[in-house]
């Protein structure tokens, strides 16, 4: 039996959570987004503000279609405001027990037919969905960074996935304008199981000191036709991200050695150099967000 998708929740705005919040509101849908403390929920509010506020400078959406999309989003702290949402979006960081806390807890607020739905890029959704009491209503929905911009979404569907909840999320996906494709539950699924070995072995050139961050960038840019080089994009991910990432895949994909994050990630990880988001990673930035300076 199909559901009415309307009214969607999103946990966790952060870099990925935030542009899901923009995707849902710029196509028509309402969103409750939810974090955990005012000052995150700040933050992800300013994403989302800054975000739309630059498309309509550019002249991609008019004043009204702004306002419209702002009148769509309602923040909030906690999750008791989720209790009416046909879906939840967990966006949270890629930890497992932290996500089995909060299906736990979507389990309680949810209601009954909700779809609880997670971003992992990962971690094990079957794991996930144990942690609540309806697993045959739990599923992946995999977005790309940055969310309003990237056209895939992975739907993961585990062994007890509803046949009807992956049909409504596939049907939600193409009122989003995006192209899914369903897989299994397994680590890194297709695109990150794909991507991410490619993107270690670019950091273990730079380590090595086999050539520089703007060769490695330039060579797979103008080499490859990739719209971003290695280095750059591991920026856009987010360091700690990319490290989560590569250190779950290696332990869930059968050690793997080309998934054994190399030190050097750990390292910039330690030392709080995440990236675009703070500013400094393989490159430095004017500020979180903003473009390459050196
Ligand atoms: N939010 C919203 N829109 C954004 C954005 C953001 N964070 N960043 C860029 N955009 C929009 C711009 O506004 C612009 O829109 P317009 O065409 O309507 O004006 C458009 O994207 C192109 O942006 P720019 O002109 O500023 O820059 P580029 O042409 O260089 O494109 C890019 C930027 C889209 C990020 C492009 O470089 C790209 O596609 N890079 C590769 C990204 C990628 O591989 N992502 C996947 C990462 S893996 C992942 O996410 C999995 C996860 O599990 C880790």
Same mark, same amino acid.
Request: proline share 4%; charged share 25%; aromatic share 6%.
């Given at each position: 039996?199909?559901?009415?998708?309307?009214?969607?929740?999103?946990?966790?705005? #952060?870099?990925?959570? $935030?542009?899901?919040?923009?995707?849902? &509101?710029?196509? #028509?849908?309402?969103?409750?987004?939810?974090?955990?403390?005012?000052?995150?929920?700040? =933050?992800?509010?300013?994403?989302?503000?800054?975000?739309?506020?630059?498309?309509?400078?550019?002249?991609? +959406?008019?004043?009204?279609?702004?306002?419209?999309?702002? &009148?769509?989003?309602? /923040?909030?702290?906690?999750?008791? $405001?989720?209790?009416?949402?046909?879906?939840?979006?967990?966006?949270?960081?890629?930890?497992?027990?932290?996500?089995?806390?909060?299906?736990?807890?979507? !389990?309680?607020?949810?209601?009954?037919?909700?779809?609880?739905?997670?971003? %992992?890029?990962?971690?094990?959704?079957?794991?996930?969905?144990?942690?609540?009491?309806?697993?045959?209503?739990?599923? #992946?929905?995999?977005? /790309?960074?940055?969310?309003?911009?990237?056209?895939?979404?992975?739907?993961?569907?585990?062994?007890?996935?509803?046949?009807?909840?992956? $049909? !409504? *999320?596939?049907?939600?996906?193409?009122?989003?304008?995006?192209?899914?494709? %369903?897989?299994?539950?397994?680590?890194?699924?297709?695109?990150? &199981?794909?991507? /991410?070995? @490619?993107?270690?072995?670019? *950091?273990?050139?730079?380590?090595?000191?086999?050539?520089?961050?703007?060769?490695? !960038?330039?060579?797979?840019?103008?080499?490859?036709?990739?719209?971003?080089?290695?280095?750059? +994009?591991?920026? +856009?991910?987010?360091?700690?991200? &990319? @490290?989560?990432?590569?250190?779950?895949?290696?332990? =869930?994909?059968?050690? !793997?050695?080309?998934?054994?994050? *190399?030190?050097?990630?750990?390292?910039? *990880?330690?030392? #709080?150099?995440?990236?675009?988001?703070?500013?400094?990673? /393989?490159?430095? @930035?004017?500020?979180?967000?903003?473009?390459?300076?050196?």
């Amino acid at each position: 039996m199909s559901r009415e998708i309307n009214t969607v929740g999103v946990v966790g705005l #952060g870099t990925m959570g $935030a542009g899901i919040v923009e995707v849902f &509101a710029r196509s #028509g849908i309402d969103v409750v987004a939810v974090e955990v403390a005012e000052a995150a929920l700040d =933050r992800g509010q300013a994403t989302l503000v800054g975000s739309i506020d630059r498309a309509v400078a550019k002249g991609k +959406l008019t004043p009204e279609e702004r306002d419209e999309i702002f &009148a769509r989003v309602g /923040f909030a702290v906690g999750f008791e $405001a989720l209790h009416d949402v046909d879906l939840v979006i967990e966006a949270v960081p890629e930890q497992l027990p932290l996500k089995q806390r909060i299906f736990a807890e979507l !389990d309680r607020v949810c209601k009954p037919d909700a779809i609880l739905a997670t971003n %992992t890029s990962s971690l094990s959704v079957t794991e996930i969905s144990v942690a609540t009491s309806r697993p045959n209503q739990v599923i #992946g929905v995999h977005f /790309f960074n940055p969310a309003p911009v990237m056209k895939l979404v992975e739907i993961v569907r585990t062994v007890v996935t509803a046949a009807d909840v992956v $049909a !409504d *999320v596939e049907a939600l996906c193409a009122r989003l304008g995006k192209t899914d494709v %369903t897989i299994n539950d397994r680590a890194g699924f297709i695109a990150n &199981a794909l991507l /991410f070995g @490619y993107l270690n072995q670019a *950091v273990s050139m730079l380590e090595a000191r086999y050539a520089t961050r703007e060769d490695i !960038d330039a060579a797979m840019r103008l080499g490859c036709g990739l719209p971003m080089g290695p280095l750059a +994009l591991m920026d +856009l991910i987010g360091i700690d991200t &990319a @490290y989560e990432i590569l250190d779950t895949m290696y332990r =869930r994909g059968g050690r !793997d050695r080309r998934h054994a994050p *190399v030190p050097l990630i750990k390292q910039m *990880v330690t030392a #709080g150099l995440l990236g675009r988001k703070t500013g400094r990673g /393989f490159y430095t @930035y004017e500020g979180p967000g903003s473009p390459k300076v050196v």
